[in-house]
């Protein structure tokens, strides 16, 4: 009964946050929302028994992805005006998204209704003497080691990909040159002069 309510407590304020992450006018508050909606997510992976993902949700999307998102927003000189008039602009793509949404929640509903999934058929069975964390450990670094793998690839090549793209040669910036720095002399770097009374130092 207790876990009935948390459930259902955890998911409605994740509902609540959600929307409101997007219905927020403010972008703070957007970020807000979204770390509720991530703690609360947290809290139902715990009910469902995958501390692992809820340790990632705070750890990961909380403590990093979600507190950067409202450094860069309280950082960043935004016209809010400006911001809001482009809405319009952008009304089909989030239609589009809202429709994709529904027609998922649609289909989970159905695949809820039609019953629940047998532990046996599953494609990685769980094995209750294990925790779950070493469970998804062991099935990484044995059976999915290669998808793992190429799982990290495709990172790093999104990555170098992400910075030869915004990576802009400046021709008005001095490369420097760490060789010439060192081997650079005192004497070259200097000039003894001896300026004459009343003429004053060239600098």
């Not at 008039?85 to 589009?96: E, K």
């Not at 429709?99 to 629940?116: H, P, Q, T, Y």
Request: glycine residues 8%.
């Amino acid at each position: 009964m207790i876990q009935a309510l948390a459930f259902y407590l955890f998911a409605i304020v994740v509902c609540l946050s959600g929307a409101l992450t997007i219905l927020s006018r403010n972008p703070v508050h957007s970020v807000l929302w979204l770390i509720l909606a991530f703690f609360n997510a947290a809290g139902l992976m715990v009910l469902a028994g995958a501390e692992f993902i809820a340790m990632l949700l705070v750890i990961v999307y909380v403590g990093a992805v979600a507190v950067l998102f409202l450094f860069v927003v309280m950082m960043l000189d935004i016209d809010f005006a400006e911001l809001r008039s482009g809405v319009m602009r952008y009304a089909a793509v989030g239609l589009a998204l809202a429709v994709a949404l529904v027609a998922e929640i649609i289909i989970a509903i159905g695949a809820w209704s039609a019953g629940g999934l047998e532990m046996s058929r599953r494609a990685a069975p769980i094995v209750s003497e294990v925790p779950n964390i070493e469970a998804i450990g062991r099935l990484l670094y044995t059976r999915y080691l290669f998808i793992f793998e190429g799982a990290g690839l495709v990172l790093l090549v999104a990555m170098i990909g992400a910075i030869v793209l915004t990576y802009r040669q400046r021709s008005d910036v001095r490369p420097q040159n760490v060789s010439h720095q060192i081997n650079r002399r005192s004497k070259d770097a200097t000039r003894n002069m001896n300026p004459g009374v009343g003429e004053g130092m060239q600098l």
